[in-house]
């Protein structure tokens, strides 16, 4: 028999190690002297040890290890347990090679702009939401404040005067100067009802939503869209829908510099 320390030294596993596996049932001493309480091992169990590690070393936590250790565990359900092992450690590799891909992103920006910008850009996942919406060619992106009154107006007919998710959208391809293609819509419950210019329908969700918030006046929005499509492009994504505005806070005034909005684009990995 062995003391603890020596059984330590031969497995090369530390001491504290070996107690937690005795109190977690991985690894029982073949006697434990009632008088000290010293742990007495043998070679013979440097198998079932080195089975522990091996099974550590491939990711799984010492309460999934306790269960592949058991012997009723058959073939298939280790072979299970192994599969789902590889499916997690693919997940991981391939976020963090996505993390990998955005820190040099980031550094890639600081280089370009020599300084560090105001704006962050996270990834996210929009749901679906019901909203009234009208939609229409606008002389210019300034106009679309008309069709939000047009909707409270109707909304308020209905007893409805508090407008939490006030949202542009822009269906154009790119940048116009006139005849813009825009789109008001407010979240609304599906019991509202809509008219002849107002439609009243579930919007689409997206799995990845780029988004980036900026702070100010609209006439700052240029500079927000920028630093968020050459984020984008930067980051390999690529854009897959119409983007939106979300008016966090907002108004008719151009320059107001309380505002808050959230620029979305629903994306894609290339």
């Given at each position: 028999?062995?003391?603890?320390?020596?059984?330590?030294?031969?497995?090369?596993?530390?001491?504290?190690?070996?107690?937690?596996?005795?109190?977690?049932?991985?690894?029982?001493?073949?006697?434990?002297?009632?008088?000290?309480?010293?742990?007495?091992?043998?070679?013979?169990?440097?198998?079932?040890?080195?089975?522990?590690?091996?099974?550590?070393?491939?990711?799984?936590?010492?309460?999934?290890?306790?269960?592949?250790?058991?012997?009723?565990?058959?073939?298939?359900?280790?072979?299970?347990?192994?599969?789902?092992?590889?499916?997690?450690?693919?997940?991981?590799?391939?976020?963090?090679?996505?993390?990998?891909?955005?820190?040099?992103?980031?550094?890639?920006?600081?280089?370009?702009?020599?300084?560090?910008?105001?704006?962050?850009?996270?990834?996210?996942?929009?749901?679906?939401?019901?909203?009234?919406?009208?939609?229409?060619?606008?002389?210019d992106y300034y106009a679309i404040a008309k069709l939000f009154q047009e909707i409270y107006q109707c909304l308020a007919?209905?007893?409805?005067?508090?407008?939490?998710?006030?949202?542009?959208?822009?269906?154009?391809?790119?940048?116009?100067?006139?005849?813009?293609?825009?789109?008001?819509?407010?979240?609304?419950?599906?019991?509202?009802?809509?008219?002849?210019?107002?439609?009243?329908?579930?919007?689409?969700?997206?799995?990845?939503?780029?988004?980036?918030?900026?702070?100010?006046?609209?006439?700052?929005?240029?500079?927000?869209?920028?630093?968020?499509?050459?984020?984008i492009e930067d980051n390999g994504y690529r854009c897959i829908g119409a983007n939106r505005e979300f008016y966090i806070?907002?108004?008719?005034?151009?320059?107001?510099?309380?505002?808050?909005?959230?620029?979305?684009?629903?994306?894609?990995?290339?």
């Open positions: 028999m062995l003391k603890i320390g020596d059984f330590s030294k031969l497995s090369q596993v530390s001491i504290k190690a070996l107690r937690l596996y005795d109190e977690m049932g991985l690894l029982k001493p073949i006697s434990v002297d009632r008088f000290t309480g010293y742990r007495f091992y043998s070679a013979n169990q440097l198998p079932r040890l080195n089975r522990i590690l091996a099974f550590k070393d491939l990711g799984f936590s010492l309460e999934q290890i306790a269960r592949l250790l058991q012997e009723e565990i058959s073939i298939e359900q280790m072979r299970g347990m192994l599969r789902l092992k590889q499916a997690d450690l693919q997940q991981h590799i391939e976020q963090e090679q996505s993390r990998l891909v955005r820190v040099a992103a980031k550094l890639k920006q600081i280089e370009r702009e020599h300084v560090m910008s105001d704006y962050e850009v996270v990834i996210k996942k929009i749901e679906p939401i019901t909203v009234a919406s009208i939609r229409e060619v606008l002389p007919q209905q007893g409805i005067t508090k407008f939490e998710y006030n949202t542009g959208i822009w269906h154009d391809y790119g940048y116009k100067d006139s005849d813009v293609d825009g789109e008001a819509v407010v979240a609304v419950t599906p019991s509202v009802k809509g008219n002849d210019r107002i439609k009243i329908y579930e919007l689409q969700g997206y799995e990845a939503v780029a988004c980036l918030v900026h702070h100010g006046g609209y006439s700052g929005l240029s500079t927000a869209y920028q630093h968020l499509l050459t984020w806070q907002g108004g008719s005034d151009y320059d107001e510099e309380s505002y808050i909005t959230e620029i979305q684009f629903p994306v894609e990995k290339i």
